[in-house]
């Protein structure tokens, strides 16, 4: 798989602050109201739409729009490809090919 850094980038910024971290926990049990993350977080709704707009780009989150509010969800699909990269940007490769016994990466 052939990485897109800047892509990679975007993805792994969406994990790179605590409110965005307490957003995607709250979004584990399902789709939240952008007025119910509001409440929880003890935010202001600029502050919220700063973290929504970095976590949508990354694509772990996805948002639809009702009436005048905004919904959020975890995409899965995002995750997926998050997780993807994560594997790919930590697989160790070995010198060894393929690995003997005594080959360290095992």
């Known amino acids: 798989m052939e990485i897109d850094v800047k892509k990679t980038a975007v993805?792994?910024?969406?994990?790179?602050?605590?409110?965005r971290v307490k957003i995607l926990q709250m979004l584990q049990s399902g789709e939240k109201c952008a007025?119910?993350?509001?409440e929880?977080?003890?935010i202001t709704q600029p502050t919220l739409s700063h973290h929504m707009k970095i976590l949508c780009?990354?694509?772990i989150v996805e948002g639809r729009?009702?009436?005048k509010w905004m919904y959020y969800s975890i995409s899965r699909a995002g995750v997926e490809i998050?997780?993807?990269y994560f594997d790919e940007l930590t697989n160790v490769d070995?010198?060894?090919?393929?690995?003997?016994?005594?080959c360290k990466c095992k």
Request: net charge negative.
């Open 40 to 42: 929880e977080m003890n």
């Open 11 to 19: 993805i792994f910024k969406a994990f790179c602050d605590e409110n």
């Open 94 to 102: 070995c010198p060894d090919d393929p690995c003997s016994e005594e």
């Open 65 to 67: 729009k009702e009436g």
């Open 82 to 84: 998050a997780r993807q």
């Open 57 to 59: 780009d990354s694509g």
């Open 35 to 38: 007025c119910k993350l509001l």
